[in-house]
């Protein structure tokens, strides 16, 4: 897995490093000549490519896009520098002192060679048109360092950036980070960043590369790791390989691999009916290897499911009694899903909830569950604790998207927004248990490790995709012959992830092949149950 890091990790990376005696500038000097490296080797089935235009701004990243202009020059490229604000230019006549930055030192250095560059204007952007045709566009405009919605001028030069790059069929390499995108969250303010073919993230992987608007921005990244730096611990790790699953045991019957119940799909009189959120987790469990399932939903749609998963038993969702005798005879209660929002919903939620906790049954609550979750937080905040306690001990999963992760957290949904790695750890805090936060990039919380994962697409983002995953660990974490790995939350997020992506690759048959546009959550089970198999072989 690959390490991810924040942006104060990374700074204190560079400063152990400098600590140690090394130099900064001279790190600069490395990082410049490695990413020219790589823009070498990006178009090697080109030679003839040999025009780059770089954008610099007034930042170390900035420092690094002087030498890299200065650095392609050396090599014979024709290049163009377009510095973002006259504001960093320094003034030539001025001596090098020992207090110059090194992005000052870079900038003189680029200079001294060939004082030849454009200052970026807004108002005269026509008139510098005409020198910018290149094959290869570099970003040094924002690095780490990018931590806000752009200035004016920001937005206008990374505006501009784009605009010519595309009209110039040109190459987009964004040096560590692409610039608009904030390198610790993920966020791109109003659409205003680099679309980049290639960034080349120095140092270490920043973990905002991986979530959220960054997805659309960051293109193909390799790493330019420079420093040794095994000893520090990454904030959070990029999942993109499923754990492969044992063989059964040939000695074995329904009961060795769990009974998983779902509560939802219920119907609410006078409001449309929820039948089809329990179908989809039901059959998802069973897709993923679950040994029996009971859904116990409203009555209305016993039939639905009958007729869709005849394997399945099915239990009115209202009959207290009767759920609360199954709850402690099932590996796993997944509860919430298409439950339903009314008060006796909430009222049947607090009481399952209630019993599999006396039971010491693993739970996963999603959706409507997470709603009355929220609710319950204020109204019984006795009952919440007695549910962080329990999940010290015993698995519980919460599986919120972050509009359901605003309201558990009694906030708005852009707070969540702004800073999901923050939100996802706050949650735990306050709940216990394991956590997924949903999204492009979802992130999975569990025993204290954060995860980022790296499959799925958005052909997800479509109506029961959470369904199909909360069926998913429940039919994993029934499995009580798997290991701790193969049962995990994350490997569900993996599962579920992967057969997305197989459902809308190109390359795979036709029969199986539907394109995200359309892409439905009643397509996932049988996917799911192609990858359980590729993963056991
Ligand atoms: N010597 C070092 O420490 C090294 C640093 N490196 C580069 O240095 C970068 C980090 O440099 P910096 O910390 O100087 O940061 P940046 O160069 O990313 O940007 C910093 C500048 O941007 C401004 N800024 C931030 N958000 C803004 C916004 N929304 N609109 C307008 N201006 C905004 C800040 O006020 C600051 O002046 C890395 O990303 C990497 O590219 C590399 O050269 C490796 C070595």
Known sequence: MIALYNTEQVYQIEKAWFAQGHDSFALMQQAAWQCVQRIIHAVQQKPQTKRACVWVGHGNNGGDGWLISHYLQKLGWQVTTVVMSADSLLDMDDMLDASDSDAHKAQRIARQHRDNFHVFQQEARDALAVHLAADVYVDALFGIGFDRAPTAQAAHTIGAFNHYAAQHQALKVAIDVPSGVVAQTGQVFDGVAIRADITLCLVARKQGLHTKDALDYIGRVTDIPLVPHSDSVPNAWLLSQAYPFAARQNNSHKGSYGHVLIVGGNRIDGSQGMGGAAILAASSAMAAGAGK????????????????????????????????????????????????????????????????????????????????????DKKAPDFVQALKAYAQRHSVRFTPHSGEAARLLHTEVASIEQNRFAAIRKCAQHYGGDWLLKGAGSLVLEEDVLYVCAVGNAGLASAGMGDVLSGVNAGLMAQQDLDTDQRSLRQAVLLHGMAGDTLTQTDIPATWRIGQRGLQAQDMPAVIRHEMTTLSE
């Not at 038993?313 to 005798?325: E, I, N, Y």
């Not at 199954?326 to 509860?335: G, H």
């Open 293 to 376: 399932i009971t859904v116990a939903c409203h009555d209305a749609f016993h039939g639905a499911v009958l007729t869709s998963l005849p394997d399945a038993m099915t239990l009115d969702v209202h009959d207290t009694q009767g759920v609360r005798g199954l709850i402690q005879s099932a590996q796993v209660v997944a509860i919430g899903m298409g439950l339903g929002r009314d008060a006796t919903a909430e009222h049947l939620f607090q009481a399952y909830v209630q019993t599999a906790m006396e039971h010491q049954v693993a739970l996963i609550i999603d959706a409507d569950g997470l709603y009355h979750l929220a609710t319950l």
